[in-house]
């Protein structure tokens, strides 16, 4: 089992940062790839950024953010980040954080073992 937990969600005008943590706990952070989703109301979940685990690590975004927003993790701390920048009243949403064991698919959610509660993030205009 792995818990997961974001943070650093709230509210921000248009054109500005957040960062966005998820602590993990329970078995090797690692061990698993990560990945950041979002979910509008509404609308279904969608990829946002993912990161893989072990040495070599290769990071995936979607279109929407690609150039804004940078997913980074800390094994020692066992920690997710994701560095919003040039916020657009677009990314409001929940954004999730998300583990994944077997290391592909990771633009689906499907292929997802463990997430978190969530963390709301407002944009507004």
């Known amino acids: 089992q792995v818990q997961l937990v974001e943070s650093g969600g709230g509210l921000v005008q248009a054109g500005g940062s957040l960062r966005l943590s998820c602590a993990a706990s329970g078995r090797t952070f690692s061990d698993y790839a990560m990945g950041w989703f979002r979910q509008a109301p509404g609308k279904e979940r969608e990829f946002v950024a993912a990161?893989?685990?072990?040495?070599?690590?290769?990071?995936y975004y979607a279109d929407s953010v690609k150039g804004r927003f940078t997913i980074s993790r800390d094994n020692a701390k066992n920690t997710l980040y994701l560095q919003m920048n040039s916020l657009k009243p677009e990314d409001t949403a929940v954004y999730y954080c998300a583990a994944d064991n077997a290391g592909w698919g990771l633009r689906q959610p499907r292929n997802y073992d463990y997430w978190g509660q969530g963390t709301q993030v407002t944009i507004s205009s």
């Open positions: 990161i893989t685990w072990g040495s070599g690590l290769s990071t």
